[in-house]
């Protein structure tokens, strides 16, 4: 967990947990108290667990169906050793970090954080209003990412060290298999364990340990860290922002698993936002391209294609996220970024990709501020 030198400002991994919960979003519904209260009690979470734990080894059984489905022709188009993919091992890690994950879900709350949960229940608030938030903001984020942060982070490693591009392989495994999962809950439970395994999906498709690590070797007061710093907290508000802007600008564009403005997909969306952020960060903080050259960028060359999700829908989140970076930061500190947000908009260029024609086009007003965006 990252040190800094000054007491007073808080942990890069701190604010993460904290902008995590804050941002938490669920269904909206009026719960059941005494449904809610059987849930979220100790035999309600150990019930839940349990049934989670037997099915596990048969989710990733068809999870890895579903990966091998999706990205097989990945491995040969893209030259990927497929000795560097090895299913039983993939599943065997996620066996592991799902384990303690529900290990940490069973763990009981003080009696008084669950009072007041029930006394918001019976209230009539909706629970992701009041009720969730309160009882999983004690319990899912600082906790979990104690528990399971250093090994997703040895993962992550692990699975990158000789081809960056294996981790689409191990996250596209997680991601599936946290669906099926999540399919065999009751409502309310989903809510509740899905909020456990969005913590997964944040240290897995992001390289978060990566910049805790890059930011406990800089001084406090650096741009770079200040920037971070107070990015982090609006990172989930600055996806949501885009990804409904990109909605709005392509309202009948559909990917792989659906429409843009589907639930299931937008929820993808915004952590691939968050995701670019992270990485953007993690440029900053080590001071190189690294992290989007050797990793963020093939990873999405291999993967967006075949989800059916084009470039320009890219370049249209890279000009959007410029324009929250600038409203967010001053100008020294946004100049912290800028040189690798550049990097990032040349990558994904139309004189790399070209344009795709889809049905909405940018104007000339956006054509123009595209252009000048690094001005």
Same mark, same amino acid.
């Given at each position: 967990?990252?040190?800094?030198?000054?007491?007073?400002?808080?942990?890069?991994?701190?604010?993460?947990?904290?902008?995590?919960?804050?941002?938490?979003?669920?269904?909206?519904?009026?719960?059941?108290?005494?449904?809610?209260?059987?849930?979220?009690?100790?035999?309600?979470?150990?019930?839940?667990?349990?049934?989670?734990?037997?099915?596990l080894r048969t989710a990733s059984v068809q999870s890895w169906n579903k990966t091998e489905a999706l990205l097989s022709k990945e491995v040969k188009r893209h030259r990927i050793d497929p000795k560097l993919i090895d299913p039983w091992e993939i599943a065997a890690d996620a066996f592991k970090v799902y384990q303690k994950v529900l290990d940490v879900y069973t763990q009981q709350?003080?009696?008084?954080?669950?009072?007041?949960?029930?006394?918001?229940?019976?209230?009539?608030?909706?629970?992701?209003?009041?009720?969730?938030?309160?009882?999983?903001?004690?319990?899912?984020?600082?906790?979990?990412?104690?528990?399971?942060?250093?090994?997703?982070?040895?993962?992550?490693?692990?699975?990158?060290?000789?081809?960056?591009?294996?981790?689409?392989?191990?996250?596209?495994?997680?991601?599936? +298999?946290?669906?099926?999962?999540?399919?065999?809950?009751?409502?309310?439970?989903?809510?509740?364990?899905?909020?456990?395994?969005?913590?997964?999906?944040?240290?897995?498709?992001?390289?978060?340990?990566?910049?805790?690590?890059?930011?406990?070797?800089?001084?406090?007061?650096?741009?770079?860290?200040?920037?971070?710093?107070?990015?982090?907290?609006?990172?989930?508000?600055?996806?949501?922002?885009?990804?409904?802007?990109?909605?709005?600008?392509?309202?009948?564009?559909?990917?792989?698993?659906?429409?843009?403005?589907?639930?299931?997909?937008?929820?993808? +969306?915004?952590?691939?936002?968050?995701?670019?952020?992270?990485?953007?960060?993690?440029?900053?903080?080590?001071?190189?391209?690294?992290?989007?050259?050797?990793?963020?960028?093939?990873?999405?060359?291999?993967?967006?294609?075949?989800?059916?999700?084009?470039?320009?829908?890219?370049?249209?989140?890279?000009?959007?996220?410029?324009?929250?970076?600038?409203?967010?930061?001053?100008?020294?500190?946004?100049?912290?970024?800028?040189?690798?947000?550049?990097?990032?908009?040349?990558?994904?260029?139309?004189?790399?990709?070209?344009?795709?024609?889809?049905?909405?086009?940018?104007?000339?007003?956006?054509?123009?501020?595209?252009?000048?965006?690094?001005?």
């Open positions: 967990m990252l040190e800094l030198q000054d007491n007073s400002i808080e942990s890069l991994a701190q604010q993460w947990a904290k902008k995590y919960m804050h941002n938490l979003q669920v269904e909206e519904e009026t719960p059941d108290p005494e449904n809610l209260a059987n849930v979220v009690s100790p035999a309600g979470r150990a019930k839940t667990s349990s049934v989670l734990l037997e099915s709350a003080p009696l008084r954080q669950l009072s007041m949960v029930m006394k918001l229940a019976r209230s009539g608030e909706p629970l992701y209003q009041k009720a969730l938030k309160v009882y999983t903001e004690q319990v899912a984020p600082s906790q979990l990412a104690k528990a399971i942060s250093s090994d997703v982070g040895g993962m992550r490693q692990k699975y990158t060290k000789n081809d960056p591009r294996v981790i689409g392989f191990v996250s596209m495994q997680f991601h599936y +298999t946290s669906q099926i999962l999540l399919n065999q809950l009751s409502p309310l439970e989903r809510v509740m364990v899905s909020a456990y395994f969005k913590v997964i999906d944040d240290h897995l498709y992001m390289p978060l340990q990566r910049a805790y690590t890059a930011a406990a070797k800089l001084d406090y007061d650096s741009p770079a860290l200040k920037a971070v710093q107070k990015l982090l907290p609006h990172s989930t508000e600055i996806a949501n922002k885009i990804c409904q802007r990109v909605i709005e600008n392509y309202p009948t564009y559909r990917c792989y698993s659906g429409a843009l403005s589907d639930a299931v997909i937008q929820i993808s +969306t915004v952590r691939d936002v968050e995701m670019f952020q992270v990485y953007l960060w993690v440029c900053a903080l080590e001071g190189n391209i690294a992290a989007i050259q050797q990793e963020l960028f093939p990873l999405c060359v291999m993967i967006y294609p075949v989800l059916n999700v084009q470039w320009e829908l890219i370049r249209q989140m890279l000009h959007l996220l410029g324009q929250e970076i600038r409203e967010i930061l001053d100008p020294i500190e946004a100049e912290s970024l800028m040189p690798y947000f550049q990097v990032l908009w040349q990558m994904f260029s139309p004189q790399v990709f070209g344009e795709l024609g889809l049905e909405k086009k940018p104007s000339q007003s956006e054509s123009q501020e595209w252009e000048t965006l690094f001005a």
